[in-house]
């Protein structure tokens, strides 16, 4: 069955404090790992899509990263403003299937 | 442009009622998907239409809950007779292709439909 698990389950990081959050899967034919971050209240917001092995893509302070087994998003001298959900998904054909999500808070 | 969008927000039901959920894709996409998160769950896959047609629907829980995607445009998930554990967020999302590695196999989000079964 495939598999999603995201670590930690809560990161807390003082402003400035840099940290990496972790996504492994064991998935076969995987068509694309998507990183989401999600605030209370509110749908998943797109971040990155990546799509093989070596990949990375960067956004402001963050960086993803994929390896054959799992991905992850770095956060660099992070702020108060970047503390949200952060959701991991992989996609087979047409569906996601997602991972708990890593609740980020940063501290000013 | 607009984005995905869902409708109602919000909706308390009692058991047994039926609730119609709706969501409108961003214009021009094939893919319209319906995920659901119950209270301490990841979000799990429910349905994939492609234009109007049930591409995948293997993550629907029963036959109380029934999509439809009129014309290939708009969605309704309809829940009927709605139970105490039908309670979460539903969640719309489109895209407009399926495969390759371009923009256009970008996954979008609603901000979701909170039901509440009491």
């Given at each position: 069955?495939?598999?999603?698990?995201?670590?930690?389950e809560?990161l807390r990081?003082?402003?400035?404090?840099?940290?990496?959050?972790?996504?492994?899967?064991?998935?076969?034919?995987?068509?694309?790992?998507?990183?989401?971050?999600?605030d209370?209240?509110?749908g998943?917001?797109?971040?990155?899509?990546?799509?093989?092995?070596?990949?990375?893509?960067?956004?402001?302070r963050?960086?993803?990263t994929?390896?054959?087994?799992?991905?992850?998003?770095?956060?660099?001298?992070?702020?108060?403003?970047?503390?949200?959900?952060?959701?991991?998904?992989?996609?087979?054909?047409?569906?996601?299937?997602?991972?708990?999500?890593?609740?980020?808070?940063?501290?000013? | 442009?607009?984005?995905?969008?869902?409708?109602?927000?919000?909706?308390?039901?009692?058991?047994?009622?039926?609730?119609?959920?709706?969501?409108?894709?961003?214009?021009?996409?094939?893919?319209?998907?319906?995920?659901?998160?119950?209270?301490?769950?990841?979000?799990?896959?429910?349905?994939?239409?492609?234009?109007?047609?049930?591409?995948?629907?293997?993550?629907?829980?029963?036959?109380?809950?029934?999509?439809?995607?009129?014309?290939?445009?708009?969605?309704?998930?309809?829940?009927?007779?709605?139970?105490?554990?039908?309670?979460?967020?539903?969640?719309?999302a489109?895209?407009?292709?399926?495969?390759g590695?371009?923009?256009g196999?970008?996954?979008?989000?609603?901000?979701?439909?909170?039901?509440?079964?009491?």
């Amino acid at each position: 069955e495939d598999q999603v698990t995201q670590s930690p389950e809560a990161l807390r990081l003082q402003e400035g404090e840099s940290s990496s959050l972790n996504c492994s899967y064991t998935v076969s034919g995987l068509r694309g790992l998507f990183w989401y971050r999600q605030d209370p209240g509110k749908g998943p917001e797109f971040l990155f899509t990546l799509y093989s092995a070596g990949e990375e893509k960067e956004k402001e302070r963050l960086k993803a990263t994929l390896t054959k087994k799992e991905s992850f998003l770095h956060i660099t001298a992070p702020k108060p403003e970047d503390s949200a959900t952060y959701l991991c998904a992989v996609r087979l054909y047409g569906k996601l299937t997602f991972g708990q999500g890593t609740i980020l808070t940063v501290h000013p | 442009e607009a984005g995905v969008t869902q409708f109602p927000s919000h909706s308390v039901i009692e058991k047994g009622q039926t609730v119609t959920l709706r969501c409108d894709p961003i214009s021009g996409h094939d893919n319209l998907y319906w995920y659901r998160r119950v209270m301490g769950k990841e979000i799990k896959f429910l349905l994939h239409f492609v234009k109007e047609s049930k591409q995948d629907e293997s993550g629907m829980p029963n036959n109380r809950f029934l999509a439809e995607r009129t014309g290939g445009t708009y969605s309704t998930l309809k829940v009927q007779p709605a139970e105490l554990e039908d309670s979460g967020v539903y969640f719309c999302a489109s895209s407009q292709f399926l495969s390759g590695t371009g923009a256009g196999n970008t996954i979008y989000f609603g901000e979701g439909s909170w039901l509440t079964v009491v």
